[in-house]
């Protein structure tokens, strides 16, 4: 049994009101959101793919693949998608000194914004969103990074496409029989979520083109 619910309950949801968990809306959008990359051929597949519904998404990079892969981070923004901060070293907040944790998501922050003022120099400044890896950081480090003016995003609906034990069709069913108006759905565009991501991205994007749904960066 996994600890952690496909689709985030309301109580959790209300316990902690100064998150987004979902967008507020009865249009038919759907904000499809991706953890972990930038990653060779993977990103570059889901931008392709997304690109052939007229998707945008979100994507919480880790910093240190950002500068690993800095051409495909620039990609991500020249094709207008949302980019969005998931520390520099995929920490567990849980496990990290604050002090620690926040200085982590600053230099990721550094070098987000750094690639998107190069791609458009004469744009204004942007909302600084961020994600916990792992969902998991402590109330010091929520406080002060909403002090900071950080968005914390979380989820309505998550695909588990990182678990190699679940199918491709439990992943898919996972999304479509949980995500509404205003779904907030976490996907991996990683190596360890890619088998997975492959098959169930593609049918995610035609299953909800077909129901009318557009697909929204945040």
């Not at 100064?18 to 972990?36: A, C, H, S």
């Not at 207008?80 to 990290?96: A, E, I, R, S, Y």
């Not at 491709?168 to 205003?182: D, L, V, Y």
């Amino acid at each position: 049994m996994k600890l952690i619910p496909v689709k985030t309950p309301k109580i959790v949801k209300s316990l902690f009101p100064r998150y987004t968990w979902n967008v507020n809306t009865l249009q038919k959008e759907l904000y499809l959101t991706f953890d972990d990359g930038p990653t060779p051929e993977i990103t570059e597949w889901v931008l392709s793919t997304l690109k052939a519904y007229k998707a945008k998404a979100t994507f919480f990079c880790v910093g240190n693949n950002i500068k690993k892969h800095p051409e495909l981070f620039q990609k991500l923004i020249q094709d207008q998608h949302t980019v969005g901060n998931h520390t520099f070293n995929h920490l567990k907040g849980w496990k990290t000194a604050t002090a620690a944790y926040l200085e982590d998501v600053e230099e990721t922050q550094q070098l987000i914004e750094h690639y998107r003022n190069r791609s458009n120099p004469e744009s204004t400044s942007a909302s600084k969103l961020f994600r916990p890896p792992y969902g998991k950081f402590s109330a010091a480090q929520s406080n002060q990074l909403l002090q900071k003016d950080y968005t914390i995003v979380l989820w309505d609906v998550l695909a588990f496409d990182w678990d190699r034990k679940l199918t491709e069709e439990r992943c898919f069913k996972n999304i479509c029989t949980n995500a509404k108006e205003g779904s907030i759905v976490v996907l991996h565009d990683s190596q360890k979520a890619s088998k997975n991501l492959r098959s169930v991205l593609p049918k995610v994007l035609e299953y909800y083109s077909n129901l009318g749904y557009q697909f929204k960066a945040l």
